[in-house]
């Protein structure tokens, strides 16, 4: 059995060193739920006999803890250590506390906020047997402090991310002064486990619960069934804790207390008994799991392997191959928009970057353009410039202003559609880049991450200065209105010659003749 557990344990530390889920393997575990005060902590410390867990008002379990226990029998003291500190061994397990403490504040701060990151605590014990337990942050209902609003859901998220592992033991922890049919650790238990084929259900402060004929029903499983049973323990009232009851002191009153008033099921009562039923169900469950646990991590072990094959040798010169890496990327970037070389597309189409550019642009502000008619009511537009423009009296000519006015109406409807081909045009650099980026830093993906980041930083900035330049270029071209143009001059010349026929036309007869 210690083989495996140890195999089990060292599985574990490998996946908390690498910041993998454990779901990728599915451990088999014992995770101890249960909501906030329900007496998860005095559990433990009585399975380890030993006080080294942070108590406290409100929120204390604020990250998952992994207490591995290991039993050596050459031991002449019980000690620990942590994993991300393992040279540092404690035999004084009221710096275990505080070391838990502070690893949780590290990375939690001093809120009351929770994470998913666990610590993992081994302890080595002669007179302990090998077991693994998993802490989980008891279920809140009400948030204090600087608690976010929905802690009650982050919690209950957190804890769902261990128990619904179909490999996972749940310990539901639950008070003996509460009905179990309301018990929440039952009811998150249920949600994963509707059979309670992998639930454990434990009452703490059974010396508080009524001598009722049902909750001896309950104790004996026949009122709530649970499948891997229903276990009764005592806990240190807080009173005692503070008096500094020892915990054999505490185990020693539970064993009297169970035998004193339910005999016939005291052997299956209390701390004792608890701990050996989970020892018999996690080596059964290790069993039952191992062909699919060999499977799973063959499995992996190939994948990684292969990743670790697709990165290459080693790097021997880490800044040069950094410097050629980034001048690929400028070159590739060069080449796909001169259109030497072809990129694939997210749609899985090849074409060079230049190329899709154009295509972007030209479809973009081509079909635009093409789309921009003038309004229906221009001749009364027209009309209106003109009255505008003359003041308090008529008009002989058509005054400049009002040319310049709807030339500059003309002009406006160009900046929707330009600052629309802008846009099309930064989505599209950008999309090569990440395309680009994902060939050449492929093997190097933090690289990756920071050259799309810079260059998504750069295009941004350029698309702001594109922007103002296109903005104050059509802002001259509104202010200004060269009707000296080429094309202006022929077209006014067109429409003087179509005027004066007009003139001759509407003249009278007799002056027609005389013109002829």
Request: one cysteine or more; a negative charge; aromatic letters at 6%.
């Given at each position: 059995?210690?083989?495996?557990?140890?195999i089990?344990?060292?599985?574990?530390?490998v996946?908390?060193t690498?910041?993998?889920?454990?779901d990728?393997?599915?451990?088999?575990?014992?995770?101890?739920?249960?909501?906030?005060s329900a007496?998860?902590s005095?559990v433990?410390?009585?399975?380890v006999r030993?006080?080294?867990?942070?108590?406290?008002?409100g929120?204390v379990?604020?990250?998952p803890l992994?207490?591995?226990?290991?039993q050596?029998?050459?031991?002449?003291?019980s000690w620990?250590?942590?994993?991300?500190n393992p040279?540092k061994?404690?035999?004084?397990?009221?710096e275990?506390?505080?070391?838990?403490?502070?690893?949780t504040?590290r990375?939690c701060g001093?809120?009351?906020n929770i994470?998913?990151?666990?610590?993992?605590?081994?302890?080595?014990?002669?007179d302990?047997?090998?077991?693994t337990?998993?802490?989980?942050p008891?279920?809140v209902?009400?948030?204090v402090?600087?608690?976010?609003?929905?802690?009650?859901?982050?919690?209950?998220?957190l804890?769902?991310?261990f128990v619904?592992?179909p490999?996972s033991?749940?310990?539901?922890?639950s008070?003996?002064n509460v009905d179990?049919?309301?018990?929440?650790?039952?009811k998150?238990?249920r949600?994963v486990?509707?059979?309670?084929?992998?639930?454990?259900?434990?009452?703490t402060?059974?010396?508080?619960?009524e001598?009722?004929?049902?909750?001896?029903l309950?104790?004996e499983?026949?009122s709530?069934p649970v499948?891997?049973?229903?276990i009764?323990?005592?806990?240190?009232?807080?009173a005692?804790?503070?008096?500094g009851?020892?915990?054999?002191?505490?185990?020693?009153?539970?064993?009297l207390?169970?035998?004193?008033n339910?005999?016939?099921?005291?052997?299956?009562?209390?701390t004792p008994?608890?701990?050996?039923?989970l020892c018999q169900v996690?080596?059964?469950n290790?069993?039952e799991?191992l062909?699919?646990?060999?499977?799973?991590?063959?499995e992996?072990?190939?994948?990684?392997?292969?990743?670790?094959d697709?990165?290459?040798?080693?790097?021997?010169?880490?800044f040069?191959m950094?410097?050629?890496?980034?001048?690929?990327?400028?070159?590739?970037f060069?080449?796909?928009?001169?259109?030497?070389?072809?990129?694939k597309?997210?749609?899985?189409?090849?074409?060079?970057?230049?190329?899709?550019?154009f295509q972007?642009?030209?479809n973009?502000?081509?079909s635009?353009?093409?789309?921009?008619?003038?309004?229906?009511?221009?001749?009364?537009?027209?009309?209106h410039e003109?009255?505008?423009?003359?003041?308090?009296?008529?008009?002989?000519?058509?005054?400049?202003i009002?040319?310049?006015n709807?030339?500059?109406?003309?002009?406006?409807?160009?900046?929707?559609p330009?600052k629309?081909?802008?846009?099309?045009?930064?989505?599209?650099?950008?999309?090569i880049?990440?395309?680009?980026?994902?060939?050449?830093?492929k093997?190097?993906?933090?690289?990756?991450?920071?050259?799309?980041?810079i260059?998504?930083s750069?295009?941004?900035?350029?698309?702001?200065?594109?922007?103002?330049?296109?903005?104050?270029?059509?802002?001259?071209?509104?202010?200004?209105i060269?009707?000296n143009?080429?094309?202006?001059?022929?077209?006014?010349?067109?429409?003087?010659?179509?005027?004066i026929?007009?003139?001759?036309?509407?003249?009278?007869f007799e002056?027609q003749?005389?013109?002829?």
């Amino acid at each position: 059995m210690d083989n495996f557990l140890k195999i089990i344990n060292e599985l574990q530390d490998v996946f908390s060193t690498v910041g993998a889920s454990p779901d990728s393997i599915k451990l088999p575990q014992i995770v101890v739920v249960g909501s906030q005060s329900a007496g998860k902590s005095s559990v433990l410390e009585s399975i380890v006999r030993k006080n080294f867990l942070p108590r406290g008002g409100g929120i204390v379990t604020r990250r998952p803890l992994i207490i591995q226990i290991t039993q050596d029998n050459l031991c002449t003291q019980s000690w620990a250590c942590f994993l991300h500190n393992p040279e540092k061994k404690y035999t004084d397990f009221d710096e275990v506390r505080d070391e838990i403490v502070a690893e949780t504040d590290r990375l939690c701060g001093n809120s009351k906020n929770i994470l998913p990151d666990p610590i993992t605590l081994k302890i080595y014990s002669a007179d302990l047997p090998t077991l693994t337990l998993v802490d989980l942050p008891g279920v809140v209902k009400v948030p204090v402090g600087d608690q976010p609003e929905n802690i009650e859901e982050q919690t209950i998220n957190l804890v769902k991310s261990f128990v619904q592992n179909p490999n996972s033991i749940i310990l539901a922890v639950s008070p003996g002064n509460v009905d179990l049919a309301n018990s929440e650790a039952l009811k998150m238990a249920r949600q994963v486990d509707p059979d309670s084929r992998r639930t454990i259900a434990v009452i703490t402060k059974a010396d508080l619960m009524e001598r009722t004929t049902e909750n001896r029903l309950v104790l004996e499983g026949k009122s709530i069934p649970v499948k891997l049973g229903i276990i009764g323990v005592i806990n240190r009232s807080q009173a005692k804790i503070d008096e500094g009851q020892a915990i054999t002191k505490c185990l020693e009153e539970e064993e009297l207390f169970f035998k004193s008033n339910y005999h016939y099921i005291s052997g299956e009562m209390g701390t004792p008994y608890l701990t050996k039923r989970l020892c018999q169900v996690l080596l059964e469950n290790v069993k039952e799991c191992l062909p699919e646990l060999i499977i799973r991590i063959t499995e992996q072990k190939v994948i990684q392997q292969n990743t670790l094959d697709s990165l290459g040798t080693k790097v021997d010169n880490p800044f040069e191959m950094l410097v050629q890496l980034l001048y690929k990327f400028c070159q590739s970037f060069d080449s796909n928009i001169e259109g030497k070389e072809s990129i694939k597309l997210s749609n899985g189409k090849e074409v060079s970057g230049g190329r899709h550019l154009f295509q972007q642009f030209e479809n973009t502000i081509g079909s635009d353009l093409e789309q921009l008619v003038l309004p229906d009511d221009i001749e009364l537009q027209i009309e209106h410039e003109i009255m505008s423009s003359s003041g308090a009296k008529p008009a002989l000519f058509t005054p400049n202003i009002t040319f310049e006015n709807l030339a500059s109406n003309q002009v406006e409807i160009y900046v929707q559609p330009v600052k629309k081909s802008i846009k099309k045009c930064c989505e599209t650099i950008t999309e090569i880049t990440m395309m680009l980026s994902k060939q050449v830093f492929k093997r190097f993906p933090n690289l990756k991450r920071e050259a799309h980041h810079i260059c998504l930083s750069l295009i941004m900035s350029k698309t702001q200065a594109v922007e103002r330049f296109l903005d104050d270029y059509l802002r001259c071209e509104i202010c200004y209105i060269n009707t000296n143009h080429k094309l202006f001059t022929k077209d006014r010349k067109r429409i003087e010659e179509e005027s004066i026929d007009e003139d001759s036309q509407n003249l009278p007869f007799e002056k027609q003749n005389v013109k002829g």
